[in-house]
């Protein structure tokens, strides 16, 4: 062979070499490199706007705050349903509850038996719900029920006015306007109208933020309260001493400057003020919040439509208010 034929043979070789490394390499770099996974778009906040967690409201807060728990499942969670101990008026109460419809005074009288004997949880609810309605039908309506121990029809005479008519009855004449749906406190001779017995008496109890209004032995209201922090509200008996809508508000510890008109949008005792002595009364509020709190100075504080209800029952040096603990 000749010089220039071994150096094509050589040049041929050497171009065979070549091409097998460059195929083995393209076929490698196939096998070691998986194809990229598609990856999730990219989103670019606002400058300055971070992205908020969603809230979680404590127990209690927020509009709906009333409204149930759902539980697992769906189904909406009742806060003190379930079997539980049976309390010492759960008797009463069921007796009560079954006589609502038929007979309203007997079970007015038998749930107020159970109200005052000891019901809870679940039980309790009803019974307050049942009350509620019951005073609604009997005693703060012009209805008439023959075997309600606690009203009377009476007939208007010449010279009568409400306010006479309510202290013979030991009422007060707004109370009489409320039963009877007068807009007025203008009576004509030979008018029949409804009136109730009273007094009607009031207890207060603190553990349960609550306070009763009572006619004998039956339950006509209750309203949730807020009462003094620290255990000021006092225990024991007092008479209601006064009363006074729209009070003015000078506590007595402070200067003049914390001096507050009565009406006044900023007046923390609101609508109505119920003297109990000592200071101490039972007004209206101008923060719902503390109502079901330890917050006041001792005095009893209800929402201003609760207090103008309870104002319309009590009478200045008949009305006894008990506070238990």
């Not at 490394?21 to 096998?31: D, F, R």
């Not at 109460?93 to 419809?101: H, P, S």
């Not at 207890?203 to 209750?222: F, N, P, T």
């Not at 008479?239 to 007595?252: E, L």
């Amino acid at each position: 062979m000749t010089t220039l034929g071994r150096i094509v043979v050589a040049i041929g070789i050497a171009a065979i070499l070549v091409a097998g490394i460059l195929l083995g390499t393209h076929y490698l770099g196939k096998s070691d490199k998986p194809p990229a996974l598609p990856q999730p778009p990219v989103t670019v906040e606002t400058p300055g706007t971070p992205v908020a967690a969603p809230a979680t409201p404590e127990p209690g807060e927020g509009p709906n705050a009333s409204t149930p728990v759902a539980a697992p499942g769906g189904t909406p969670a009742t806060p003190g349903t379930g079997p539980g101990p049976a309390g010492p008026g759960d008797a009463a109460a069921d007796d009560g509850l079954a006589m609502v419809r038929d007979r309203p005074v007997q079970a007015q009288k038998r749930l107020s038996e159970a109200l005052r004997t000891g019901v809870d949880g679940a039980k309790r609810r009803e019974v307050r719900q049942a009350l509620l309605g019951l005073a609604d039908k009997i005693q703060f309506s012009n209805r008439r029920l023959p075997d309600d121990p606690y009203e009377k029809a009476y007939q208007v005479v010449s010279g009568d006015s409400l306010i006479a008519i309510g202290k013979k009855h030991s009422v007060p004449f707004e109370l009489i306007m409320r039963v009877n749906g007068m807009n007025t406190p203008s009576v004509a001779a030979g008018q029949q109208i409804k009136v109730i017995q009273g007094p009607i008496h009031v207890e207060i109890l603190k553990g349960r933020k609550e306070i009763q209004a009572w006619l004998g032995d039956v339950c006509i209201r209750m309203w949730g309260i807020g009462i003094g922090a620290s255990n000021k509200t006092p225990e024991g008996t007092f008479v209601v001493k006064s009363k006074m809508k729209n009070p003015p508000y000078q506590p007595q510890h402070k200067t003049k400057a914390d001096f507050k008109a009565g009406g006044a949008p900023d007046n923390p005792l609101g609508t109505r003020w119920i003297d109990i002595g000592n200071h101490y009364g039972i007004h209206g509020t101008i923060d719902p919040s503390s109502i079901g709190r330890e917050v006041s100075e001792g005095c009893i504080r209800l929402l201003n439509k609760d207090v103008e209800e309870l104002f319309d029952m009590v009478v200045p040096g008949g009305t006894k208010v008990t506070i238990k603990p």
